[in-house]
Nanobody
């Protein structure tokens, strides 16, 4: 079964906004701490944000703090990444991922996540 599917990527001008969505299976959503990562060509996949199972706690990479907001909707089994004040350096393929274990503040590497979506491209024009 498909565990995670991202949507909402596209082309946006610098300082613009975009909201990404990640639809999860009910089982994955209920048990997963849901994270967002991004990867540019030739670079390693980097942590962006994560939200707790309850939705009460979030952590962000320093480079997106104050600009991005992660949230989750239990009724829709969906996690969101609201991206504001976008910069060209935010251009990347964005992935959502589920981690079934680990301390929320410490799960910041791809190896700590169990399931991944296929990714959605975000391009920020200069």
């Amino acid at each position: 079964q498909v565990q995670l599917v991202e949507s909402g990527g596209g082309l946006v001008q610098a300082v613009g906004s975009l909201r990404l969505s990640c639809a999860a299976s009910a089982r994955t959503f209920s048990s997963g701490q849901m994270g967002w990562f991004r990867q540019s060509p030739g670079e390693e996949r980097k942590f962006v944000a994560v939200i707790s199972r309850s939705g009460d706690y979030t952590y962000y990479a320093d480079c997106v703090k104050g600009r991005f907001t992660v949230s989750r909707d239990g009724a829709k089994n969906t996690v969101y990444l609201q991206m504001n004040s976008l910069k060209p350096e935010d251009t990347a393929v964005y992935y959502c991922a589920a981690a079934f274990s680990g301390i929320l503040s410490s799960i910041r590497t791809p190896s700590q996540y169990n399931y991944w979506g296929p990714g959605t491209q975000v391009t920020v024009a200069t």
